[in-house]
């Protein structure tokens, strides 16, 4: 009697780890680097290199398994891509293969009887709250990577701070929205980021876009940069820009602004400051990335 989970166990797992340490050697990882990211040891990660793990042919031409691999491959190298979510990628990739699929194959054969049985196999759900938590997280990485990597960017930085966010499809609290905790701020002309993604850390500019959702806006992604005339008026000539109130309590300001706007993303909500109120502008569009990148466009 064999387990399904022996072929992953015995074929999948060897296969698919050889195949990620050989993408990540060949991405200029060192062998302790390897080991760090697919949280094995260096001596494994020696004998994935050197041939001494047997790979299983047909896994390793399994087209959806080498797409995984570079995915994860190339979001382990960029910092997109947490361990957590590769792991979480993998096993989803698991059971989809386990359903009627490459690995009930493998287990039919090595259990003809399956076969005469007709078994079928429950997978997980491949759209689990956790990896969209990290499809999430990953968004806001790549969104802060992309505002970084632009001159000019810790010049638009408020006073107050900057933020990168995004909200889960169903965000209803701040805490269905992920941010940088602390917020951006300029320290010398470069953006200095307190530390990494996460939920429920950001108060306004996750405020801000939730309550655009509310009134309608379909907007997953924020980012909030200092107010300018120049740049407002540059940024009108191509998105709806939409003024709000900065003496009101600021949700309630957005909500008021937006309702019966039935506004279009990408959208871009100002306020022009009020007494003990800086002035600023928010970037909302369908994910953190978009919101950066159009940001980036104007410096």
């Known amino acids: ?33 390897v080991a760090e990211a697919l949280g094995i040891s260096q001596s494994a990660v020696s004998k994935y290199a050197h041939g001494d793990v047997t790979r299983h042919d047909r896994i390793v031409a399994d087209d959806r398994v080498r797409e995984l691999v570079d995915r994860i491959g190339t979001g382990l190298a960029a910092g997109d891509m947490s361990r957590v979510a590769a792991l979480v990628e993998i096993e989803i990739l698991i059971r989809q293969l386990e359903q009627d699929d490459l690995l009930a194959a493998l287990h039919e054969e090595a259990m003809p009887e399956l076969a005469e049985a007709n078994v079928e196999f429950e ?8 990896r969209e938590r990290e499809r999430v997280l990953a968004s806001v990485r790549r969104g802060l990577r992309t505002l970084r990597n632009a001159s000019g960017f810790a010049a638009l930085i408020p006073n107050v701070g900057a933020n990168v966010v995004e909200a889960l499809p169903d965000a209803e609290t701040i805490d269905d929205v992920a941010a940088i905790p602390g917020r951006l701020v300029d320290v010398k002309g470069r953006a200095m980021v307190p530390g990494e993604p996460e939920f429920g850390v950001s108060q306004h500019v996750a405020s801000i876009l939730l309550a655009a959702r509310a009134a ?50 990408p959208v871009v909500l100002y306020q022009t400051g009020a007494v003990g109120v800086e002035p600023i502008v928010y970037v909302l569009a369908d994910d953190a990335v978009e919101a950066a990148r159009i940001v980036r466009e104007y410096l």
């Open 123 to 130: 997978i997980h759900d491949p759209d689990n709250a956790l």
């Open 216 to 265: 309608g806006v379909p907007a997953r992604g924020a980012v909030n940069i200092r107010y300018d005339p120049d740049l407002l008026e540059a940024m009108a000539a191509d998105h709806s820009t939409i003024e709000f109130n900065a003496e009101e309590h600021s949700p309630t300001a957005v909500r008021s602004a937006l309702d019966g706007r039935d506004a279009e993303l």
């Open 1 to 33: 009697m064999k387990f399904i989970e022996e072929i992953v166990v015995e074929e999948f797992l060897p296969t698919i780890r050889a195949m990620l340490a050989e993408d990540l050697r060949d991405r200029g990882f060192t062998q302790h680097e």
